[in-house]
């Protein structure tokens, strides 16, 4: 079954101490992306990867990193996690501009 | 920026009852429009994908339309179910990497 799976789907962590959220793809697509979602700003787009070795900032970057040294996975990292950075983050990814998603992973951070 | 725009936030309906979703987009250039249901707690659900050369999409009782020049789209859905509940969001791919969302319409449809 082609899918987008992200873990953890559920995580309450502490300020500070660092987490990644993972992601990976069966579908063989080329762009992945992160995106949060937040009551009433709707989705923003954290970091988006064109291929492998290839990442670029999205609108809201600041806190987060990414890597993508495998085609299928995407993973994301909050370095040192602050209360701001609690959301639901979902993983994207795309071959042809249609846009698949992963079930979310809520973060809270206390 | 592209600014993407869904109105209204909230919707309710009786079942059986055809509804319109509006999507309006500020920036005309766009590859295409892409129409998501969201159920609670639930990632986001591709319904129908619109290239920026199409006019309309069509999947079931789901119908959308693309109209560039104005900046809009609607999701007609006929018939409406209680199953049809959930959050719609539109999505505009603005260049080949980025993608603008709007804020989603709840719509409740009452059996």
């Known amino acids: 079954e082609a899918q987008v799976t992200q873990n953890p789907r559920y995580l309450i962590t502490v300020t500070g101490k660092k987490l990644t959220v993972t992601c990976s793809q069966n579908?063989?697509?080329?762009?992945m992306s992160w995106y949060r979602q937040d009551p009433g700003l709707g989705l923003r787009q954290i970091y988006y990867?064109?291929?492998?070795?290839?990442?670029d900032k999205g609108d809201v970057p600041e806190g987060y990193k990414v890597s993508r040294k495998e085609k299928r996975n995407f993973p994301l990292i909050l370095e040192s996690p602050s209360p701001n950075q609690t959301s639901l983050y979902f993983c994207?990814?795309?071959?042809?501009?249609?846009?698949?998603f992963g079930e979310g992973s809520r973060l809270t951070v206390l | 920026k592209q600014e993407v725009t869904q109105i209204p936030a909230a919707l309710s309906v009786p079942e059986g009852e055809n509804l319109v979703l509006n999507c309006s987009f500020t920036?005309?250039?766009?590859?295409?429009l892409q129409w998501f249901r969201q159920d609670p707690g639930k990632g986001l659900t591709s319904l129908l994908l619109?290239?920026?050369?199409?006019r309309e999409q069509t999947s079931g009782r789901l119908n959308a339309s693309l109209d560039k020049s104005s900046g809009r789209s609607t999701l007609y859905i006929a018939a409406s179910q209680p199953g049809d509940s959930a959050t719609y969001l539109c999505a505009v791919q603005a260049n080949f990497n980025k993608f603008y969302f709007g804020s989603g319409t709840k719509l409740n449809v009452k059996p």
């Open positions: 990867s064109m291929n492998v070795e290839v990442t």
């Open positions: 994207a990814s795309s071959l042809t501009g249609e846009l698949f």
């Open positions: 579908m063989n697509h080329e762009y």
């Open positions: 619109i290239q920026s050369s199409q």
């Open positions: 920036d005309s250039a766009i590859y295409n």
